[in-house]
């Protein structure tokens, strides 16, 4: 298990994940996804474990995929494979997966929750899925399930213009299902999944099953076919200028 993403065990049932490079406000590269993948699928593998809390250090959750690996992209040709691997892994885990997020929620950071179970948010959190002003597209699913749970306009709202937007939008949207106040998102995620860790795990795990049921392949389809095209714009001239500018601005 790498550092950049702490496993631990908060309450009897609960493992708690953390994204943890705080300085780069837990931008994820490769070794952090894998961190991810792993204790996901750990998560999923131990008995003892009834739900799991995912939450971010340092009042952050995550400003999305490390910018530095999608500009390395068109050199070297590796590009989202991992990150699509993470998807597939939070999509598809088995225990119920509760949010908490603070500050800020970009990109993938947003996107991963539409495959929680369960998301709370701080006042002051800011969520952004800026794909198109980076030359890319959506992904992790979210032109599927965003319109689904968001109505085709909000979607067309967010996932187009990506500007940035806060909690009570959030909640709107369907992304969280609840604001506290600042700071207070692991608190109650926390009491969610402990109230999640006493409920019979059988009927937790089918009752996750079914909720997914009617919309589980038409997720994979979609996150598959939103990497085909993330991977061709991920080498684009128009991403590759954007990556630029945010690593050069400062
Ligand atoms: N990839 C790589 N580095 C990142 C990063 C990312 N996604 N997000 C932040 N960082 C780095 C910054 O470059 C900065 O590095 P520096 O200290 O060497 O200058 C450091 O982390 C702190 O970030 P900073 O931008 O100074 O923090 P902030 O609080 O002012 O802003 C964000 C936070 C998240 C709004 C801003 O960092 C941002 O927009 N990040 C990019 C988000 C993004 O586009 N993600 C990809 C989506 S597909």
Do not use: W
């Not at 979607?155 to 949207?173: I, S, W, Y």
């Not at 700071?183 to 999640?196: N, P, V, Y």
């Amino acid at each position: 298990m790498t550092e950049t993403v702490l496993s631990e065990t908060p309450a009897e049932g609960v493992r708690q994940i953390t994204m943890n490079r705080p300085d780069r406000r837990n931008a994820l590269d490769r070794a952090t996804y894998q961190g991810l993948i792993d204790a996901l699928a750990a998560a999923d593998a131990d008995a003892s474990v009834r739900a799991v809390v995912l939450t971010g250090a340092g009042g952050c959750f995550t400003s999305g995929n490390d910018i530095k690996d999608f500009a390395a992209a068109a050199a070297t040709g590796v590009g989202a494979e991992i990150a699509i691997d993470f998807l597939t892994a939070i999509s598809t885990a088995k225990k119920p997966i509760v949010a908490a997020a603070e500050g800020f929620a970009v990109g993938i950071g947003t996107t991963m929750l539409l495959h929680c179970d369960l998301a709370f948010a701080g006042r002051s959190a800011s969520f952004r899925m800026p794909f198109v002003s980076l030359g890319l597209c959506p992904e992790g699913g979210s032109s599927y399930l965003l319109p689904l749970i968001a109505g085709s306009k909000r979607a067309a709202e967010l996932l187009m213009l990506g500007e940035p937007f806060g909690p009570e939008v959030a909640q709107d949207a369907g992304l969280i299902n609840g604001v506290t106040d600042e700071g207070g998102a692991l608190a109650a995620a926390l009491e969610k999944a402990r109230a999640l860790a006493a409920l019979p795990p059988q009927s937790v795990a089918l009752t996750k099953s079914l909720l997914k049921r009617g919309s589980a392949a038409a997720v994979a389809e979609t996150i598959g076919t939103e990497a085909r095209h993330f991977g061709e714009r991920l080498k684009s001239a128009e991403a590759q200028a954007a990556f630029l500018a945010f690593l050069t601005k400062r």
